[in-house]
C-alpha cells in the first residue's frame, strides 16, 4: 500500500517535470529569439525561408548597439536615477515598516489602510498632473524628482517590512532603552541590520521598478538626463528611419543584464524573503 | 495618578516615534500623490491645454463630454476586456505552476527562478522582444512553427490579432503571482491532506475542498492587484503596434482602436492633442473606477474567501 503511494508520487513528479521542462523551453523561445535576432544582418530578417541561425553571428551589431546612440550615458543617467530611487524607497518603506509595527497609536490603522489604498492610484494619474505643475514652476527636468517619488516608498515593501519587524521580541529593542539608547541609535543598531532579508527584496523591488520606469522619464527629462527605458522604447534606427530590429535586441540584452546579473545572484535570498515575510498574514 | 501620567507620556512617546519614522513616506505621499491627485482634480474642471490662455472653471464639463466620446468610451471597454482577460491568464496560470511546484520535485528551486524570471525583465524590452518574436517575417515562433511544420506560411500575429498577442505576455510574465501561489500553498498545514487522503480524497477533491478554500485569500488578493495593475496598462499598444514602427515615432504612432487602452489614450490626449484638462479627467474617472471597482471587490466580492471564525470581525 505505501509502495504504491511512492510510486504514484514518483510517477507525478516525474510527469510535471515533463510539462515544466516543455513550459521552460516555450518560455525561452522569446529569449532565444532576442539572442538570435541581434546576431543576424538586417536584410537576413526579411528573406523567406527564414532561418533560425544567423549565417554568421554578427558581433559588431553589440558594439553599434553602444555606439549609435550614446548608450554609456544613458546608461550613467539610469544609474543615477535608480539610485537616486532605490535608496530614499529602501529607508522610507522600512521607516514606514518599523513605525506600523512597533509603534501603534490609535490612528495606525488608519494610516496604514491610507499606504495600502496608494496601490490602487493608477501612477499616470499622479505622474501627470505632477508633470503639469512641474513643468509650469520650471523644476521638470530635475533628477531630485526620483528622490521624492522614492520617498513615497512601495506600500508592499511597507507591508513586507512591517510584517518583518513583527517578527522580532520587542525585549530586543527594550533592553536597548534601558541603556539609554535613543529611537535613532536602536533602529540602525538593532532593528535595521535584522531585516537584511526585507532589504534585499525591497532593492531589487526598487530597482526593477526604476530601471523600467518609461512614463516619468520620457515625461520630464530632456535627451541629456534620459535613461536607457527611453532609449530602448524608441528602438534604434537608421538615417532613413528604418527600425534596426537587430542592434535593437542587442540593445535590450545590454539594458536587460544588470537586472538578469542582480536577480540570479540574490534569488535565492529574494524568493526566501518574499515566502517567509510578505506572503504569510 | 503617576502611573496614569507615565501611560500618558509614554502614549506620546509612541505617537511622536510613530510620526518621526513615517515623516519620510507622508512627505513623500504629500509630494507625489496627494498634491498631483487634487490638482489633476482641479484641473479637471477647466478647459486648461498646453497653452493656458483664458483658463477657466468649466464645472463636470470635460466629464460630461467623455461620456459621450465613442473613442473614450472604446477605451474604457478595451481597458476593461484587456483587464479581465490578463487577469484570468495571469492568476491561473500562476496557480498552475504553483501547484506543480509545489510539491517535491527535482529541480524545483530551478523551475522557480526561470519561470519567475521573465516578470523581472522590463516592459518596454518586453514589448519589443515579443514584436519581433511574433512579427510574420522576422518571428521566431513563425519560423519554429513553419520548421515543426506546424504551420505552412508565416502568420502576422500581431495584426491579426493586437490584443492576442498583448495578452500573451500576460502568459509569460505569471511569475509573479506564482510566487504569491507559492507562498500560499507554503500556508496549507501538510497534515490535512494526509488526513483527506486517508479518507480516500483524490487529488481533485483535496484540490477543491482544502487548498483552494485555505488559499482563497491570496486569490482574492492576487486578483485584486492584478486588476489595479492591468488597468494601468500603457505602453504594450504602442510597442506591439500592428503599423510598422519608424524611426523615433513610437509614441506619436497611437495603436489601434481595439488596443488602445485608457492610459495610453490619455497620454495621447495629454502630450499629442495637448488637451491637459479633457485627459486628466479621462484619468481622474480611471482612478474613480479603479477605486471603487476595488472597494466593492473587497466589501462584495469576498463572500467565497475563507477566513477562521476568530479573524471575523
Known amino acids: 500500500m505505501a509502495l ?83 535608496l530614499p524607497a529602501i529607508m522610507s518603506s522600512c521607516f514606514a515598516g518599523y513605525a506600523f509595527s512597533r509603534f501603534q497609536v490609535r490612528e495606525s490603522r488608519a494610516v496604514f489602510l491610507v499606504v495600502l489604498s496608494t496601490m490602487m492610484v493608477p501612477a499616470m494619474v499622479t505622474i501627470m498632473p505632477l508633470y503639469m505643475i512641474m513643468a509650469k514652476l520650471g523644476f521638470a527636468n530635475q533628477r531630485i524628482l526620483w528622490f521624492f517619488w522614492g520617498l513615497a516608498g512601495i506600500p508592499f515593501i511597507i507591508f513586507l517590512f512591517r510584517q518583518f519587524f513583527s517578527t522580532i521580541p520587542i525585549s530586543f529593542e527594550e533592553s536597548a532603552r534601558m541603556d539609554g539608547a535613543g529611537r535613532f541609535q536602536i533602529f540602525f543598531r538593532i532593528m535595521f541590520p535584522l531585516v537584511q532579508t526585507g532589504v534585499i527584496v525591497a532593492a531589487i523591488f526598487a530597482f526593477q521598478w526604476s530601471w523600467s520606469e518609461f512614463l516619468m522619464p520620457v515625461l520630464f527629462l530632456t535627451d541629456e538626463k534620459s535613461t536607457l527605458a527611453v532609449k530602448i522604447a524608441m528602438g534604434y534606427s537608421d538615417m532613413k528611419e528604418n527600425v534596426l530590429y537587430n542592434i535593437g535586441m542587442a540593445g535590450i540584452v545590454y539594458y536587460t543584464l544588470p537586472i538578469v546579473i542582480v536577480f540570479f545572484s540574490l534569488q535565492r535570498r529574494f524568493v526566501a524573503g518574499l515566502l517567509a515575510g510578505g506572503l504569510k498574514g | 495618578m503617576s502611573t496614569a501620567t507615565t501611560r500618558f507620556s509614554l502614549e506620546r512617546h ?79 496560470t500562476g496557480f498552475l505552476f504553483a501547484l506543480m511546484l509545489d510539491r517535491n520535485l527535482p529541480g524545483r528551486g530551478f523551475f522557480r527562478t526561470i519561470l519567475y524570471f521573465p516578470y523581472m525583465i522590463p516592459m518596454v524590452a518586453v514589448g519589443w522582444i515579443f514584436r519581433i518574436f511574433l512579427e510574420r517575417d522576422t518571428g521566431f515562433l513563425n519560423i519554429v512553427l513553419m520548421r515543426l511544420g506546424i504551420l505552412e506560411s508565416g502568420i502576422p500575429f500581431i495584426q491579426q490579432s493586437p490584443m492576442g498577442s498583448i495578452l500573451i505576455l500576460s502568459f509569460w510574465q505569471a511569475g509573479w503571482s506564482m510566487i504569491i501561489f507559492l507562498g500560499a500553498l507554503s500556508t496549507v498545514p501538510r497534515e ?86 479633457y485627459g486628466l479627467a479621462m484619468l481622474w474617472v480611471l482612478f474613480a473606477v479603479v477605486l471603487l471597482g476595488t472597494i466593492l471587490f473587497v466589501k462584495f466580492g469576498g463572500f467565497w474567501v475563507y477566513t477562521e471564525a476568530e479573524e471575523r470581525k
Do not use: C
Open chain 2, 192 to 277: 490535512l491532506y494526509e488526513v483527506a487522503t486517508i479518507d480516500g480524497a483524490g487529488y481533485g477533491r483535496r484540490v477543491r475542498h482544502i487548498m483552494l478554500p485555505l488559499i482563497s485569500p491570496f486569490i482574492f488578493f492576487q486578483l485584486v492587484m492584478s486588476f489595479i495593475y492591468a488597468m494601468q496598462a500603457f505602453i504594450q499598444p504602442y510597442i506591439l503596434n500592428p503599423r510598422p514602427i519608424r524611426g523615433n515615432w513610437l509614441m506619436t504612432n497611437t495603436p489601434p482602436e481595439e488596443t488602445f487602452f485608457v492610459m495610453s489614450r490619455a497620454y495621447y490626449i495629454i502630450t499629442s492633442q495637448n488637451k491637459f484638462s
Open chain 2, 14 to 92: 509612541k505617537r511622536t516615534s510613530f510620526y518621526l519614522f513615517l515623516l519620510p513616506w507622508i512627505i513623500g505621499f504629500l509630494f507625489m500623490q496627494v498634491t498631483p491627485i487634487i490638482w489633476g482634480f482641479l484641473i479637471s474642471l477647466t478647459n486648461r491645454s498646453a497653452f493656458p490662455i483664458a483658463v477657466r472653471f468649466v464645472g463636470l464639463k470635460n466629464y460630461l463630454e467623455l461620456f459621450r466620446d465613442k473613442a473614450v468610451l472604446g477605451s474604457y471597454w478595451v481597458s476593461f476586456v484587456y483587464t479581465i482577460a490578463n487577469t484570468l491568464i495571469g492568476v491561473i
Open chain 1, 4 to 86: 504504491t503511494i511512492h510510486n504514484r508520487d514518483r510517477l507525478s513528479a516525474a510527469f510535471r517535470f515533463v510539462i515544466l521542462i516543455a513550459i521552460v523551453l516555450i518560455f525561452f523561445l522569446p529569449l532565444v529569439s532576442m539572442f538570435v535576432t541581434s546576431l543576424k544582418r538586417m536584410d537576413e530578417l526579411y528573406r523567406v525561408p527564414a532561418r533560425v541561425f544567423p549565417e554568421q553571428a554578427l558581433w559588431k551589431n553589440y558594439l553599434e548597439a553602444w555606439t549609435l546612440v550614446r548608450f554609456g550615458k544613458y546608461l550613467v543617467n539610469s544609474i543615477i536615477l535608480t539610485l537616486l530611487y532605490a
